[in-house]
């Protein structure tokens, strides 16, 4: 929403942000949400913004990678395969 506000700002036209998540998901409860979501692409842009969670929850790295592999893989799909167009930012540090 920031963003979209900041575009505007700048005289860039864009939509309202289509927003799936809810705070404090994990990356199953994403792609559950995912599978039910109304969702209409291409999109100009894709963010994915996923993972904290999964880590404070004590959840397995390995389990992560592999849903943070499908997410990307459906967010590229929603960008209409322009992988340019997604931008990722994922958060945990299991170091």
Do not use: C, F
Not at 17 to 38: F, N, Q, R, Y
């Amino acid at each position: 929403m920031q963003l979209a506000r900041r575009l505007r700002a700048d005289g860039i036209a864009i939509d309202d942000p289509v927003v799936i998540a809810k705070t404090g998901w994990s990356t199953d409860e994403l792609i559950v949400a995912m599978d039910t979501a109304a969702l209409a692409p291409p999109y100009a842009l894709v963010t994915l913004l996923i993972g904290v969670n999964n880590q404070y929850r004590g959840r397995d790295i390995d389990n992560y990678r592999e849903e943070l592999a499908m997410l990307l893989r459906r967010a590229r799909a929603l960008a209409g395969t322009r992988p340019h167009h997604v931008t990722v930012v994922s958060i945990p540090d299991w170091g």
